[in-house]
Nanobody, 119 residues
Framework: VQLQASGGGSVQVGGSLRFTCSDS????????IDWFRQAPGKEREFVAR????????GYADPVKGRFTISRDNDKNTVYLQMNNLKPEDTAIYYC?????????????WGQGTLVTVSS
């Protein structure tokens, strides 16, 4: 698994962005994918997760109702749709793949992609 993340950029408050996290390996569907973010001067924090088959999804409280995670295993891609963006969403976003339960070690990480939300 080699994760490729894309979709960052600069938007105004209330705008939307969609991240993709892709992989070229056939084992992609066996991995749960988590999104994390790290804002300047802050610790990295969990954003959203989706299980390998896509049946289990979870969100951090700050993004509930605004972000939607989904996946298309035929395309080896996970999506993170981010709507109603706020300045506090400004961060570098990372996707990571794991085969264990939530909270266990991630085997692979994508490169970070920057989101800047301005008012």
């Amino acid at each position: 698994v080699q994760l490729q993340a894309s979709g960052g950029g600069s938007v105004q408050v209330g705008g939307s962005l969609r991240f993709t996290c892709s992989d070229s390996q056939r084992a992609f569907s066996t991995y749960s994918i988590d999104w994390f973010r790290q804002a300047p001067g802050k610790e990295r924090e969990f954003v959203a997760r989706i299980s390998g088959p896509g049946g289990f999804i979870g969100y951090a409280d700050p993004v509930k109702g605004r972000f939607t995670i989904s996946r298309d295993n035929d395309k080896n891609t996970v999506y993170l749709q981010m709507n109603n963006l706020k300045p506090e969403d400004t961060a570098i976003y990372y996707c990571a793949a794991r085969q264990g339960r939530p909270g266990t070690e991630h085997q692979y990480w994508g490169q970070g992609t920057l989101v800047t939300v301005s008012s």
